[in-house]
């Protein structure tokens, strides 16, 4: 969770990071005499998809992004939806499980992310302190596409929470589009039957009509074309002002 006008980050559960000053410190660190813009990796992929990507022909999409977490980004009418301070679409914090969820670095139980990233497609698929990583997240997909039960019960297990998602995604905002990035770029593929399951069954059916599930564009590049674009947004904006700012 970025602040972005210091470019502080708020809370980073998977860094063990509060109220760290990072913007300030990497320009420091540096010495460039230039200032450092820091944005939410999830926020900056769904500008990326939108500007450049799988939705440069929407101006209504959702971004959601893989990796330890899930996080995520949206945009509304062409333009990032990110709340009163910057902090919001926390996708991966949305509950989906109340009852019996797997715990959340966040403290709470149930988050999609729990539910739906790397930490639970390991853990079904039994593979828990054995694989790690976005290799380990391969590897159980792989196992998964030639018939290993175990794997592929793991891939319709998250298939299935990442859909009750995605079903509350779209009935909220009516999206033309939702993306899956970082992790989940390798995921959908095979858990896009219980996702569409899942979408088929809850989805009301005027949103269901059009929108679109696909994978980024950009692959795994994605947030890092988005921190470009933030990075550069200043001087695209208003060169005169940011040239002469920096001299």
Known sequence: MIRRADGTVRYGPHLGWVDQAFGAELAAGLGLGLPVEVGNEAHLGAVAEHVRGAGRDVDNLIYLHGDVGVGGGIIVGGKLLDGDGGYGCELGHMLVNPF???????GSRGCLEAEAGEEALLGYAGRTGELVGREGIRTVVALAATGDARARHALDRVGD???????????????ALVVFGGMLRDVYPGAAPRVRTRVDA?????????????????????TLAGAAEL???????????TVAALR
């Open 100 to 106: 019996d969820g797997r715990p959340c670095l966040c």
């Open 161 to 175: 929470w990442l859909g009750v998602g995605i079903v509350n995604l779209i009935n909220l905002f009516n999206p």
């Open 202 to 222: 809850h989805v009301l059916p005027v949103s269901r009509e059009r929108v679109r599930l696909a994978v980024t564009a950009l692959g795994d590049d994605t």
């Open 231 to 241: 990075a550069f947004a200043g001087l695209l904006d208003n060169p005169l002002d």
